[in-house]
C-alpha cells in the first residue's frame, strides 16, 4: 500500500513539475517574441529635425524619384516605389516585388507595412504617411549629390558603406576625367541636352544626366551659353533654333524613344557641328535621369566607353 502511495505521489510531482516548466518556457517565448517584435531604432538628424528611425529597415516605401537609387545602393528592401523609379530600366533588378505607388494612394501603402517611408517635403498627405511608420523627407539639391547619398546612407544605417563608395567613384572619375582630357583636349566643350515631353532642355552641372560627372568630377568644360543661362538654375528651356548656341564641340543627347523627337530630322539639328561630326552620345533619358550610385555607375561607365572605347 505504502508502495502505491508513493508511486502515485512521485508521478504527481512530476506531473506539477512538468506544467510548470511548460509554463516558464511559455513565459519565456512569449518574452522573446515580444523583445524580437520590439525592433531597434535610432535617431537620424532630419532635415525637419531629429526623428525615431529603425536601424535596420525591411520594408521602406520610396515616394521620392532622385533617392529611389541610393535606398537601392544601400541594400534595403524596398516594397513600395514611385511612378518614375518604377520606369527607370536601371532601377528593375532591384523592384522585382515593390508596388507603384503615390502620397495619394494611402490604403495601399498602409497594406504595405512599412517600417519606413521616404518622400519629399512637398508630398500630399505627409500627416497621413507619418501615422502609417516614421516618414522623412528630403529636398533635391539642398545638399549636393554625394552628400544627399551620404544622408540616405545615415538614415538607413549603412554610413559606412556610403562613404567607402563615394571615395571610390571619385577616384574612378576623376581618372577617367584626366584620360578623357588628354584625348580630347582640355578646351574641348561638352553639353547635355534633353528633349522631354516636346520641350529642349540644357543642362548645369548639377541636374542629373551625368552632369556631375562631366563637370564636376571630370572638370570637362560645358560651352559659355551653358554656363551663362543653366549654371545657376541647373537648366534652361530652350527652342529649336537656339540648339545650336548651346551645343558643345560634344553632344550628350537624352531623349526618350516614347515621345516625339522629329527635331533631330530638321536641318537645324543636323548641322550642329556636333552632330556633323559624328559626336553625339544618344542615351536613355528613363535610364539617365538621375545622380544616385545606381546611375552614376551606368553613366560613369557609358562616358568611359563612349570617350576612351575603354
Request: net charge negative; with cysteine; glycine share 6%.
Amino acid at each position: 500500500m505504502r508502495k502505491i502511495v508513493l508511486f502515485i505521489a512521485i508521478i504527481t510531482l512530476t506531473f506539477i513539475t512538468a506544467c510548470n516548466s511548460a509554463q516558464e518556457n511559455k513565459e519565456k517565448d512569449k518574452k522573446a517574441n515580444e523583445a524580437g517584435d520590439a525592433q531597434e531604432t535610432i535617431v537620424y538628424e532630419s532635415e525637419t529635425g531629429p526623428i525615431e528611425v529603425p536601424a535596420n529597415p525591411e520594408r521602406v516605401v520610396v515616394l521620392s524619384s532622385f533617392i529611389a537609387g541610393s535606398v537601392m545602393a544601400s541594400d534595403v528592401n524596398i516594397v513600395g516605389i514611385d511612378s518614375w523609379s518604377n520606369d527607370n530600366p536601371r532601377y528593375e533588378p532591384y523592384l522585382q516585388d515593390a508596388k507603384e505607388v503615390s502620397e495619394e494612394s494611402l490604403e495601399q501603402i498602409l497594406e504595405l507595412n512599412p517600417d519606413l517611408i521616404i518622400a519629399t517635403p512637398d508630398s500630399k498627405n505627409l500627416d497621413k504617411l507619418k501615422e502609417i511608420a516614421p516618414t522623412v523627407t528630403y529636398t533635391y539639391g539642398k545638399v549636393d549629390y554625394l552628400t544627399q547619398y551620404l544622408e540616405v546612407g545615415k538614415l538607413l544605417n549603412k554610413e559606412k558603406q556610403a562613404k567607402a563608395w563615394i571615395a571610390d567613384f571619385k577616384k574612378r572619375a576623376q581618372e577617367a576625367g584626366e584620360k578623357i582630357k588628354a584625348k580630347i583636349g582640355e578646351n574641348t566643350t561638352i553639353s547635355v541636352i534633353e528633349l522631354f515631353d516636346k520641350q529642349l532642355y540644357v543642362y548645369g552641372d548639377n541636374w542629373g544626366r551625368g552632369t556631375e560627372i562631366l563637370y564636376q568630377e571630370m572638370g570637362l568644360k560645358m560651352p559659355e551659353k551653358v554656363k551663362e543661362d543653366a549654371l545657376k538654375d541647373g537648366y534652361f528651356a530652350l527652342s529649336p533654333e537656339v540648339v545650336p548656341e548651346y551645343a558643345g564641340d560634344y553632344m550628350v543627347f537624352s531623349k526618350n524613344s516614347e515621345q516625339d523627337n522629329s527635331f533631330q530630322e530638321t536641318e537645324t539639328y543636323k548641322n550642329i557641328p556636333a552632330v556633323k561630326n559624328g559626336r553625339v552620345f544618344e542615351v536613355d533619358g528613363k535610364a539617365f535621369y538621375f545622380n544616385d550610385p545606381i546611375t552614376l555607375d551606368f553613366q560613369l561607365e557609358f562616358f568611359t566607353e563612349k570617350f576612351l572605347g575603354e
